[in-house]
């Protein structure tokens, strides 16, 4: 069975900090490019960052620049997201994904998904 596992979500504090990670099974994440995703309440799914399968280019959204840092483990099978310096605004589901194509801010590139993990920064 192919599936994406994400965890390391929770409650944080204005300035905390979390590292997501998005594991795989039944699958190599190596072949794959690893988005995530993330969705407030009321909003729009948007993509937050990206890690290219062939190079490990990494790609953000410009409001987690500077702040979010992208890295596969492939011995591990997994992807992290470290989040520093988070925002009330950074709250939302995160998900990961992988696209066989490429990295896209566009949901219907990816071909897998995770169930996703609720990440909270509140003081």
């Known amino acids: 069975q192919l599936q994406l596992v994400e965890s390391g979500g929770g409650l944080v504090q204005p300035g905390g900090s979390l590292r997501l990670s998005c594991a795989a099974s039944g699958f190599t994440l190596d072949y794959y490019n690893i988005g995530w995703f993330r969705q407030a309440p009321g909003k729009e799914r948007e993509g937050v960052s990206c890690?290219?399968?062939?190079?490990?280019?990494?790609y953000y959204k410009a409001s987690v620049k500077g702040r979010f840092t992208i890295s596969r483990d492939n011995a591990k099978n997994t992807v992290y997201l470290q989040m520093n310096s988070l925002k009330p605004e950074d709250t939302a589901v995160y998900y990961c994904?992988?696209?066989?194509?490429?990295?896209?801010?566009?949901?219907?590139?990816?071909?897998?998904w995770g169930q996703g993990t609720q990440v909270t920064v509140s003081s």
């Open positions: 994904a992988a696209s066989s194509t490429y990295c896209s801010v566009y949901g219907n590139q990816y071909n897998y």
């Open positions: 890690i290219n399968s062939s190079d490990g280019t990494t």
